[in-house]
């Protein structure tokens, strides 16, 4: 993993982001942030599993098939399965020790 902190590489509203190897971070600060670390890796670990490109490939439609699920561009990201994943567990530090392979599968 490879973190990189510039406030200009990321949208407003978002203040990191998981790109295998990559965690890009808005501030230095973040980096601290054991949950909002622990989140990232999980997305990481994600993305690992699917041999990286079919990571974003399956997130890019899944986000769009909950986009016009609800209609709402934060409500279809919090819906797309990596993402429940991650939030579910952020906050259990010990977790990808524990973690079944494709268990984000169980949050579709």
Known sequence: MIILVNRFLLRKKFVGIAL???LI???HALKT???FMNHERIHLRQ???LLVVFFYL???VEYVIRLLQYRNR???YRNISFE???YAKEKDIGYLQKRPF???LSFL
Do not use: C, M, N, S
Request: charged share 25%.
């Open 20 to 22: 295998w190897p990559f």
């Open 25 to 27: 971070l808005k501030d």
């Open 33 to 35: 942030d054991v949950v």
């Open 47 to 49: 993305q690992i599993e």
């Open 58 to 60: 399956w997130y890019g």
């Open 74 to 76: 934060y409500t279809a």
């Open 84 to 86: 429940r994943e991650a």
């Open 102 to 104: 494709w268990v984000f």
